[in-house]
């Protein structure tokens, strides 16, 4: 009976009282304002009324959030890292995992006060243990005992192993290389050291099949031709399969000097017209007038030797008249980049004539080493040009290279097609004799 007046005695003063108080301040503020609402705040029993009413209301909002206070709940705190206490000097501890998750059980407010204090580390004690497989229990100090922590996997069995060692030797890979301007090249790679020692099982030594440091072009700050340096670069083992080992190495991180050049040559453009024969009847073209005459090309030396020109064709089928063309220069393989991308290309028309030009001298190629030509129809040909007069009349026959391919060709007879080129591509070339017989025989 004394409890019940104490906790009436305790809402009377602590919610009635205070709740009534509030609305005689707002009837005495509303006695103008609005005389219905004035009638029924100056009510003593209304006032009672409404305080009660109100100071329940209050006791449900607190009482639910204490409530909700209180009530269990769980947080599951992610990738919490594993720390082991082990000779890493001396054994090799495979199987722990570097990161485990914990799922914490408790009211609300505890776990609230459990994440806002420093996280601890996993810890597992691997001092004891000697080499073999063992099952092992993972450790986690309780930053809040009110709080419960279990541990994901809480368990784990690990084996422990003698460390081995070797000195092997290493070499490098070099990534993002796309990335470097077009008109820059590696030359040469210096590394800080030309072998590293690889610690681990003696199983995982045995499979190392190569190390390479990971030289990122991307971590050159300023690349400029000459020598470059990029230092810490990882260094990583791998198996035959290219898979990478997880294995120590030391140095773990290698300096690189890189020697990067910038090989470039001047060649010259030529335009070829395609599709001669199809321009309209009576007409040929006169000339070939280009906005760019030669580029200049970057690539390796290699690229570079095999570069002599570069060709750029122009589809003139169909023309009935002067026409301009805006073409794109394209890299020839191996060249990374070209001086200038794009030329124009202006084709003129004239009136078109023909003429017959002998003893062009027949030659072959593509001949087997182990093979001679016995007999051949003829060592001469005559070649019907197609082009303006101004342009056909200055040809000469040693401006014409007629020949017969032999590729692939045994002893015996065979009739083989005369193919005819000429070094003006405004002209039309055709062979009046167009198959030769060859006899080949074996040396």
């Known amino acids: 009976m004394r409890l019940i007046k104490k906790i009436i005695k305790f809402f ?53 959030a204490s409530t909700t206070l209180v009530e269990t709940e769980a947080e599951v705190l992610y990738n919490q890292p594993v720390s082991a206490n082990y000779n890493d000097e001396e054994y090799v501890v495979e199987g722990l995992p570097e990161k485990v998750d914990i799922t914490m059980i408790g009211t ?36 809040i005992t009110a709080v419960e922590y279990k541990l994901d996997p809480s368990t784990v069995t690990v084996v422990v192993s003698t460390k081995q060692s070797a000195t092997k030797d290493i070499s490098y890979e070099v990534l993002n290389l796309t990335s470097l301007d077009s008109k820059m090249s590696i030359k040469d790679i210096d590394l800080s050291t030309n072998s590293v020692i690889a610690k681990g099982t003696e199983e995982k030594i045995n499979k190392i099949a190569t190390i390479k440091a990971l030289i990122n072009v991307n971590n050159l700050t300023d690349p400029s031709v000459g020598e470059n340096t990029i230092k810490d670069n990882q260094v990583v083992a791998y198996d035959e399969n290219g898979k990478i080992l997880n294995v120590e190495l030391v140095p773990n991180k290698v300096d690189a000097k890189v ?31 280009s906005s760019v005459s030669e580029v200049t090309i970057y690539g390796s030396e290699k690229a570079l030797s095999k570069v002599s020109s570069i ?70 040909i005559s070649v019907i040009l197609k082009g303006v007069s101004s342009v056909i009349d200055k040809i000469v026959p040693a401006d014409i290279n007629a020949y017969i391919d032999l590729n692939n060709l045994g002893p015996g007879e065979h009739d083989v097609d005369v193919i005819v080129e000429g070094k003006d591509e405004k002209v039309q070339y055709t062979p009046k004799t167009t198959k030769v017989k060859v006899q080949i025989a074996n040396k």
């Open 311 to 380: 060709d750029v064709k122009v589809d003139v089928s169909d023309i009935k008249t002067n026409k301009k063309y805006t073409k794109t220069i394209k890299k020839p393989a191996g060249i990374r980049e070209v001086s200038t991308k794009t030329v124009t290309i202006e084709i003129s028309l004239g009136d078109e004539s023909s003429t017959e030009l002998s003893d062009v001298r027949l030659s072959y190629i593509n001949l087997g080493e182990n093979y001679a030509i016995e007999n051949v129809d003829t060592t001469t």
């Open 108 to 143: 609300k407010a505890n776990l609230y006060l459990a994440k806002q204090l420093p996280s601890q580390n996993v810890t597992v004690d691997l001092s004891d243990l000697t080499p073999g497989v063992h099952e092992v229990k993972l450790n986690y100090k309780q930053a």
């Open 12 to 64: 009377d003063r602590h919610l009635i009282i205070p709740v009534t108080r509030f609305f005689v301040g707002i009837g005495k503020k509303l006695k103008i304002v609005n005389k219905p609402l004035e009638g029924i705040l100056r009510t003593k029993r209304s006032i009672i009324i409404l305080s009660l009413v109100f100071a329940i209301i209050i006791f449900f909002v607190v009482d639910r």
């Open 259 to 289: 020697e990067i050049e910038s090989p470039s040559k001047t060649v010259p453009l030529r335009v070829v017209p395609v599709g001669l024969d199809r321009i309209v009847f009576g007409k040929s073209v006169e000339s070939i007038t």
